[in-house]
């Protein structure tokens, strides 16, 4: 069954790239388009795609208020946004993911890595590579401390609340394995269930728990 994904950005030729990529694979369908996040928000709706591309620079709506009405709607639980970025570090990508968004990518990425990107936001894993995950740690918690509520990890086991830090570091599944000498399948287990219990929609939402809970290092 195809991935079914929605595209919002306020330039034709962009929307347009993608849609050519996207249609281009057997696997991947385009179902919606938009041009502001206002318009995106009742496409995404609509037609409750698997995966929305969100610029976040739109009119009438940004695409950071988009993302955070699609992630406030329970009936929209399983959509994954993917923010489409000029920079690696833009200034919103932190705000994006504390906002729900599943990862993000840069606009002029090689058309593999945006395909590519948009099967793993699919699949519900990690779109931050762990090398990008550690610059955008960095950018971010040099400059501002993290704010919003802090999150109640009483509920993990001490071993939980480790992982979830080196998954807050960016370290892949299989270099916690290491760094705890476990197998990386016992990595994994701590990881889903540490999601489980935070509530994290995903990996990327880990990372921003694991800095308001100060479990990075």
Do not use: C, W
């Amino acid at each position: 069954m195809a991935v079914r994904v929605v595209v919002a950005d306020d330039q034709a030729l962009v929307r347009m790239g993608l849609g050519v990529l996207i249609e281009a694979e057997e696997d991947l369908e385009l179902v919606g388009e938009a041009a502001d996040g206002a318009r995106a928000v009742e496409v995404v709706r609509a037609v409750v795609p698997d995966v929305v591309l969100m610029d976040v620079r739109m009119p009438v709506m940004d695409g950071l208020a988009a993302l955070r009405e699609i992630s406030a709607d329970e009936g929209l639980a399983g959509v994954r946004v993917v923010v489409l970025t000029t920079f690696e570090l833009d200034e919103y990508v932190f705000e994006a993911l504390r906002a729900g968004a599943s990862g993000f990518v840069v606009k002029d990425a090689d058309p593999g890595v945006l395909l590519e990107a948009v099967r793993v936001a699919a699949r519900g894993e990690a779109l931050l590579s762990p090398s990008v995950t550690r610059r955008v740690v960095a950018a971010f918690t040099s400059s501002r401390p993290a704010v919003g509520p802090v999150v109640d990890v009483g509920v993990l086991t001490e071993r939980e609340r480790e992982v979830v830090g080196l998954v807050g570091e960016g370290l892949s599944n299989e270099e916690i394995a290491g760094r705890l000498v476990v197998s990386p399948a016992t990595a994994r287990t701590h990881v889903s269930r540490a999601m489980v219990k935070l509530g994290a929609r995903d990996r990327a939402q880990l990372v921003v728990f694991a800095f308001r809970a100060g479990l990075v290092r």
